[in-house]
T-cell receptor
Framework: SQQGEEDPQALSIQEGENATMNCSYK?????LQWYRQNSGRGLVHLIL?????REKHSGRLRVTLDTSKKSSSLLITASRAADTASYFC??????????????FGKGTHLIIQP | NAGVMQNPRHLVRRRGQEARLRCSPM?????VYWYRQLPEEGLKFMVY????????ESGMPKERFSAEFPKEGPSILRIQQVVRGDSAAYFC????????????FGPGTRLTVL
């Protein structure tokens, strides 16, 4: 499997419920970033978690990172119809810091049913 | 504070023609990245540039594709003699000089090759 692989591939929940998406990766990372993409649109940066961080919050979003398991999760609480989108994790390989191209997974397609 | 700008948003070319995609990074950002997204797929890194320098082109096809980021003006991704398989969304991202490489994406250029 490729670096930065999300699970599940698709998720459908009722409005108001919580949505959890997972991401696994293979190599050592400098950081991991989550993005949202609405159909046919660009990517919106949601949150960056550094390799020395374990959890980070931003509004209704909570991201965890477990470097020993090479995995991350994105939790969206109290989901809304507007959260319907594809969610991608992207890893920045640990090459000593600084800029690198990100490695993306195929994404989780989240559908919020009204 | 304008975000990453890309133009055109949509581009239609016939096989054998050239495609030129432009990207202006966020103000204050000196790193530019190009990614390609095929339908229902995640983004694939193509090339990373700084002003007048290609830093990493490990994701670029060896033929027909080139990229530049001149001292003045936008970054250009150029595809010569396009083929149907080049049809995709091409995204540009930019980042600052910080250690953690938070990348912000433009709206993308959707290339269709007839």
């Amino acid at each position: 499997s490729q670096q930065g692989e999300e699970d599940p591939q698709a998720l459908s929940i009722q409005e108001g419920e919580n949505a959890t998406m997972n991401c696994s990766y293979k190599t050592s990372i400098n950081n991991l970033q989550w993005y949202r993409q609405n159909s046919g649109r660009g990517l919106v940066h949601l949150i960056l978690i550094r390799s020395n961080e374990r959890e980070k919050h931003s509004g209704r979003l909570r991201v965890t990172l477990d470097t020993s398991k090479k995995s991350s999760s994105l939790l969206i609480t109290a989901s809304r119809a507007a959260d319907t989108a594809s969610y991608f994790c992207a890893t920045d390989a640990d090459s000593g810091g600084g800029a690198d191209g990100l490695t993306f997974g195929k994404g989780t397609h989240l559908i919020i049913q009204p | 504070n304008a975000g990453v700008m890309q133009n055109p948003r949509h581009l239609v070319r016939r096989r054998g023609q050239e495609a030129r995609l432009r990207c202006s990074p966020m103000k204050g950002h000196s790193h530019v990245y190009w990614y390609r997204q095929l339908p229902e797929e995640g983004l694939k890194f193509m090339v990373y540039l700084q002003k007048e320098n290609i830093i990493d082109e490990s994701g670029m096809p060896k033929e027909r594709f080139s990229a530049e980021f001149p001292k003045e003006g936008p970054s250009i991704l150029r595809i010569q003699q396009v083929v149907r398989g080049d049809s995709a969304a091409y995204f540009c991202a930019s980042s600052g000089t910080g250690y953690y490489n938070e990348q912000f994406f433009g709206p993308g250029t959707r290339l269709t090759v007839l």
